[in-house]
């Protein structure tokens, strides 16, 4: 402590990687540095992750169901465009009366609830990539 009653040590965070993190933060003990640790897997970066999992998850093409949340009913469908896509083109036409898809077309005939593509989604199989070969 100082004359004016505060300290004059200096506040240091350390990201804790392994054992060596320590030993090095066992060195300043003796100085006017005070340490702190610090994580990398926050709950930020761990909920960032899932989001980014997600995200992948439906930007692949392939095989897909939609099943009605209030009763269970599976509409199965396969597209080549991205299921993030096609589940907008069924949410748009769901939103906006359009009769280009069976199923938004069942959900507003019946008065059912229309979720989320987490909810209402479900990935039986992706489509195989093709290798092209330029020549």
């Keep these: 402590m100082n004359k004016n009653g505060t300290s004059n040590n200096k506040l240091v ?8 993190t320590k030993f090095i933060t066992k060195l300043l003990n003796n100085t006017n540095i005070s340490i702190s640790y610090t994580a990398t897997n926050t709950i930020q970066k761990l909920l960032a992750f899932k989001q980014q999992e997600c995200i992948d ?25 991205s299921f993030t896509t096609r589940f907008k083109e069924h949410l748009h036409s769901y939103k906006y009366k359009h009769q280009n898809s069976k199923f938004s077309q069942r959900f507003k005939d019946c008065h059912h609830s229309f979720g989320s593509i987490v909810n209402i989604m479900e990935i039986m199989q992706f489509a195989r990539k093709r290798n092209f070969i330029n020549k």
């Design 13 to 20: 965070s350390f990201t804790y990687v392994c054992k060596e």
């Design 57 to 81: 998850k439906y930007s692949g093409n392939g095989i897909y169901a939609l099943k009605c949340p209030d009763f269970g009913k599976r509409y199965v469908g396969q597209i080549e465009r």
